[in-house]
């Protein structure tokens, strides 16, 4: 079992940067894939990152590809996603989530997360 919450979400300007930190109970953070999502209200909960357990794979959704960088630090049970060059369809709730896995396969469907956190807005205005 894991509880996911999610912070440093905001309104900020076109062209500016955020970054999204995901905090993560329990001690077996390690062995969890962790991902990031993004829902716009009445759109789907869409792909934005993921991260394999140990760090050494990521994958990202062509829209945030080379803007957006995940990371994590194991010691510290934290997933972090930097925004930079934010446009305003990049506004959305931001959702970490988690999966205990040691596959390094990119995971980028919703249904394979187990534990999702509640969220945290972002806002990119023009």
């Known amino acids: 079992q894991v509880q996911l919450v999610e912070s440093g979400g905001g309104l900020v300007q076109a062209g500016g940067s955020l970054r999204l930190s995901c905090a993560a109970s329990?001690?077996?953070?390690?062995?969890?894939?962790m991902g990031w999502f993004r829902q716009a209200p009445g759109k789907e909960r869409d792909f934005v990152a993921s991260?394999?357990?140990?760090?050494?794979?990521?994958y990202y959704a062509d829209s945030v590809k080379g803007r957006f960088t995940i990371s994590r630090n194991n010691a510290r049970n934290t997933v972090y996603l930097q925004l930079n060059s934010l446009k305003p369809e990049d506004t959305a709730v931001y959702y970490c989530?988690?999966?205990?896995?040691?596959?390094?396969?990119?995971?980028?469907?919703?249904?394979?997360?187990?534990?999702w956190g509640q969220g945290t807005q972002v806002t990119v205005s023009s």
């Open positions: 329990g001690r077996t953070f390690s062995s969890y894939a």
């Open positions: 991260i394999t357990y140990g760090g050494g794979n990521t």
């Open positions: 989530a988690a999966e205990r896995t040691y596959s390094i396969t990119p995971r980028r469907r919703p249904d394979e997360y187990d534990y």
